[in-house]
C-alpha cells in the first residue's frame, strides 16, 4: 500500500479532530489503491491547513476561503478521470468562501471537498462562524450563539450538478464513507463535525459533540447520492494567440553584457520606482537582453516601500526576484529600510543612495547623489536610474532614452534639463563627485 502521509507527527493540537480526518483520508486513499501523485491536496488558511507538509500528494496552499476555487480551476484544466481532487477548508473558510462551494456544486467539477467543523475559527481565537450552532459558547460568545448555523448539507444537496453529499460525526473511523466520497465522479462534499479541543471543549464544559449535533438538528446522513456528468472544460479553437508580430521588442541598440546582472531599486510608494523598473525592464530587452521585473510594495500600496527587482542577461531567466542583487538603487527612508537587510548582507557591488540617507554597514560600494534634491520626490527613482545607467554602463543608454522619449513621463521630465543636472557637481564632506 502507497503511503501518504509521512512519518512525522501531525502538526495539531492534542485531541483535535482533525487528526482523524487525516488518519481516515489516509486509509480511505489507500484502499482506493491511488497513488499519491494523482492526488491533488488543495487547502486554506486555518488549522486544518498546515496539514500540507504532512502529505505526500500534491499540495496547494490558498487565501482564507478560496480553496475550492483553487481546486475549481485545478479540476477544469485537468479533466483527467485517474486523479482527484481533495479540498480541505474549515467552517471558518467555508463561510468566507461559501459561493465558491455553489458554484464548483452546480459546476459539477471533479473534486472532494471534506469540511472540518468544528463551529469556529479556531485558529485566531474561537471567533464564531456561520456554522456555530444555537446555543454553543465560544471566546466571542461566552453566553452562546442566538441563532442557528448554516446547514450546509442541506445547502449544498440542493444544487442542481451535485454527486454526493454527507455528514458525519468525527470519531472513530469513518474512513468508507471518505472513500465513497472520494470514488465518486463530479462534485462531492463530506461534512466532518468536531470539537476544537482549545476553545470548543473549554468554552462548553462537559458537552458532547453527539449532543451538540442532535441539538441542532445536524443529521449524521447522506443529503445526496446521485450520478453527475462531470464538468466538461470548452476549448475555444479560433482565439487568436496572446502575442502577435506587434508586442516584439526589437533589438536597437545591442548590448555588450555577458553575464546576468540583478538590480533593486527600492523606494516610497507614489514616487514612480514600479515605473522606472518597467523602462529599465524596456530598454534592457531594446538591447538585445532578456529580463524579468518582480515588484513588491504593501497592501496600503498609496503609502510605504515600493520595492522591484530586475534582472538583466543575454540568456533566457527562468524565474524572478533578485534577492542577492548586484546593483541596489534607494531613493527615500522607506526604501532605505526595506533594502537595510539585503545592503548588510551584500558580498559587494554598488549602492546608489540619495545623499539625504545614511548609508547602512555594507560591502556594497556607496555612491550618493542627491536624487531627490535634484529630481524631486516624484522623478527622483527616474533620476536614480539614469544616474546608475550612465554609473554602470549595463547597456547602450540610447536605449534607456529611446524608452524615455516613448513614455509619458518623457512630457512631465526634461531629459536635457535631466542630464545637465545629474552632471552637474555635488559637494559633500569638501569633496566632489561629478558623474561622467
Do not use: W
Not at 23 to 34: P, V, Y
Not at 194 to 213: A, T
Not at 294 to 312: D, N, Q
Amino acid at each position: 500500500m502507497e503511503k501518504f502521509l509521512t512519518d512525522e507527527a501531525l502538526p495539531f493540537c492534542k485531541g483535535c479532530g482533525h487528526h482523524h480526518i487525516a488518519g481516515n483520508t489516509e486509509k480511505a486513499l489507500q484502499s482506493l489503491g491511488m497513488n499519491p501523485m494523482d492526488v491533488i491536496l488543495v487547502t486554506d488558511i486555518g488549522c486544518h491547513g498546515i496539514i500540507d507538509k504532512s502529505f505526500k500528494t500534491h499540495t496547494v496552499h490558498g487565501l482564507h476561503g478560496r480553496s475550492v476555487a483553487l481546486a475549481s480551476g485545478i479540476s477544469a484544466a485537468l479533466e483527467n478521470p485517474d486523479k482527484k481532487v481533495i479540498v480541505f477548508i474549515g467552517d471558518g473558510g467555508t463561510t468566507i468562501g461559501m459561493q465558491h462551494l455553489f458554484n464548483a456544486a452546480h459546476n459539477g467539477f471533479n473534486m472532494t471537498v471534506v469540511i472540518h467543523n468544528n463551529m469556529l475559527y479556531g485558529m485566531t481565537g474561537g471567533q464564531c462562524s456561520e456554522f456555530t450552532p444555537m446555543g454553543f459558547k465560544t471566546p466571542t460568545l461566552p453566553n452562546g450563539a442566538d441563532k442557528a448555523g448554516y446547514d450546509i448539507c442541506k445547502l449544498i444537496a440542493a444544487v442542481d450538478g451535485v454527486t454526493y453529499v454527507s455528514r458525519l460525526e468525527g470519531i472513530g473511523d469513518f474512513s468508507e464513507q471518505l472513500a465513497e466520497a472520494f470514488s465518486k465522479k463530479g462534485f462531492s462534499l463530506v461534512e466532518v463535525m468536531e470539537i476544537c479541543p482549545s476553545y470548543g471543549v473549554k468554552s462548553n464544559p462537559g458537552m458532547k459533540l453527539s449532543n451538540v449535533m442532535e441539538g441542532a438538528g445536524l443529521d449524521v446522513k447522506k443529503y445526496a447520492d446521485t450520478e453527475a456528468v462531470n464538468y466538461k472544460s470548452k476549448i475555444n479553437q479560433s482565439s487568436n494567440v496572446l502575442f502577435n508580430d506587434d508586442d516584439i521588442i526589437e533589438t536597437a541598440f545591442p548590448s555588450k553584457l555577458e553575464k546576468e546582472v540583478r538590480l533593486m531599486l527600492c523606494g516610497s510608494a507614489g514616487e514612480g520606482i514600479q515605473g522606472a523598473a518597467e523602462m529599465l525592464l524596456e530598454a534592457g530587452i531594446v538591447s538585445g537582453l532578456n529580463g524579468t521585473k518582480k515588484g513588491s510594495y504593501p497592501v496600503t500600496v498609496g503609502v510605504g516601500f515600493s520595492a522591484s527587482e530586475i534582472i538583466l542577461s543575454s540568456d533566457e531567466i527562468l524565474y524572478t526576484g533578485s534577492p542577492n542583487p548586484d546593483v541596489i538603487c534607494v531613493t527615500s527612508t522607506d526604501g532605505l529600510d526595506y533594502a537595510r537587510k539585503t545592503l548588510t548582507s551584500m558580498k559587494g557591488g554598488k549602492l546608489f543612495l540619495d545623499s539625504s540617507l545614511t548609508a547602512p554597514e555594507t560591502k556594497a560600494e556607496v555612491i550618493s547623489f542627491p536624487f531627490r534634491e535634484r529630481g524631486g520626490a516624484k522623478n527622483s527613482s527616474m533620476y536614480c536610474l539614469f544616474y546608475m545607467l550612465t554609473a554602470t554602463g549595463l547597456f547602450p543608454m540610447e536605449s534607456l532614452m529611446k524608452v524615455f522619449s516613448e513614455s509619458k513621463i518623457s512630457k512631465k521630465i526634461d531629459a536635457e534639463k535631466m542630464f545637465q543636472s545629474l552632471r552637474e557637481p555635488v559637494i559633500a564632506n569638501e569633496t566632489k563627485k561629478i558623474i561622467s
